[in-house]
């Protein structure tokens, strides 16, 4: 099989403003497209990302600290799925709550 990266989209401003009880439903959806995932074997990882962090050169110097942009939406997390093909992988991420 293939691997293939699904990444998440999110209005970072639209999450800031969720109720604690919205934003824990949220997750729940999230947490069974994974077990769901799980279960047929097509789920490989996934992880949230911090709008802000560090750039580094090669080198090590510290280049710039984050937030690197200013926009409405920004990669909030990512998952690895694993699937035959490219329709496959399409297929996998239609009932992907983001």
């Known amino acids: 099989m293939k691997h293939y990266m699904l990444f998440l989209r999110e209005d970072l401003q639209a999450v800031k403003q969720m109720s604690p009880e919205a934003l824990q439903a949220d997750?729940?959806?999230?947490m069974h497209w994974v077990e769901?995932?799980?279960?047929t074997g097509h789920f490989l990882s996934g992880e949230p990302l911090e709008p802000e962090?560090?750039?580094l050169s090669a080198d090590g110097q510290?280049?710039?600290d984050g937030p690197f942009i200013e926009a409405k939406e920004a990669l909030s997390g990512y998952f690895m799925i694993q699937a035959t093909s490219r329709e496959q992988a399409i297929e996998i991420a239609e009932p992907a709550p983001f």
Do not use: M, P, S
């Open 27 to 30: 997750i729940k959806e999230y």
């Open 62 to 64: 510290l280049q710039t």
């Open 36 to 39: 769901e995932l799980a279960k």
């Open 53 to 55: 962090g560090t750039y």
